[in-house]
């Protein structure tokens, strides 16, 4: 029986931040609505957790046991609002109020707070206390903190450390830091690290740091090499570096061989440096040249070096030239340049 219900916004009058973030009354819920989440929750197998652009919100129980809360805010001027205030720390009430039941059998898990540029390292830290140590079972997690920008490279350390250290079944991963300026090199490290040594089992990554400008070449060649060394079984891997300045042909060859040379297994590989402007035809070279030779078997390649203003006409051509013919499985190849996407679908002749 398909049931779904409004959530409401309980208008709240607390002044003191502290209290705010760790008042125990639903903020979702009216008291009939949350007796029936409690008494559905430890069948729910996927949860949804959103918030990103007035909460107009729902939750649903169906079928296939999935809870979704969806919570938008209404952009105004440079803020979002939620309710009548800023989407702030407060937001963990949410996450706390979803999670603090009985979900010890909840497998996937999905937070979106893109854009809610008022939370901190704090959310962070507190988000990651309430996954790990209730949903130990989870196989995959995706969180997506696109446009917060106040989360460090502290919060990003904890963040992955937590979620490696408890989440020993996990096997699909998303991590979306875009726009969170100030995550550098050593956040990076820490992501590569805790998901090399303390996740065995992954068998799909996905990371986004577009707009981490502090990100250089130290820090994709940091995890390209732990990735590559501790997850030989990997077969999905997205990397979005685009507009990380301090990118150069450096970490683009780093990366493309110690991935080509060490993931054997990988069926899908996106790399998107779009607007490194520091990478040239040589860098784009590279790539060509240890993808081509080492990754024979790769079935889905995605390559964005869009808006990389120092890549010629020749280093296109010379890419999707060896590509074509050297990948024999292949059976996507996207390659996006300048502004203009090529699109060259092949099929196995076996």
Known sequence: MFYSTNCRIRERHETNYTSQVEQSKSILFRDDEQKHYQQNASRLK??????EQ????????????????????????????FGDRKVTDMVINVVRECIMNDLQDLENLEINLSRCEEITDYSVT??????????TKLKYLALDFTGCHNITDEGVKYLITEIAYHLKDLQNLALLFHGCEFITDKGLQSVAENISR????????LLDFQKCDHISDIGVQILSYEISEKLPDLEYLSLDFACCYGITDKGVRTVSSVLAKNLPNLE????????????TDSGLQAVADYIAKYMKDLQHLSLDFSWCNQITDSGVQAISSQLAKNIINI????????????????????
């Open 46 to 51: 996927q949860m949804k957790i959103r918030l």
């Open 268 to 279: 899908h590989l996106l790399l998107s440096f779009h607007k490194c402007y520091r990478i």
């Open 54 to 81: 007035k909460w107009n919100g729902f939750f649903d129980f169906g079928d296939r046991d999935i809870l979704s809360i969806h919570a938008k805010t209404q952009w105004g001027h440079s803020n979002h609002e």
């Open 331 to 350: 059976r996507s190849l996207c390659l996006n340049f300048s502004g203009y996407l090529f699109k060259i679908f092949m099929f196995s002749m076996f």
């Open 126 to 135: 507190k988000i990651a206390n309430q996954i790990t140590n209730q949903l």
């Open 198 to 205: 303390g996740l065995p089992g992954l068998r799909y990554i």
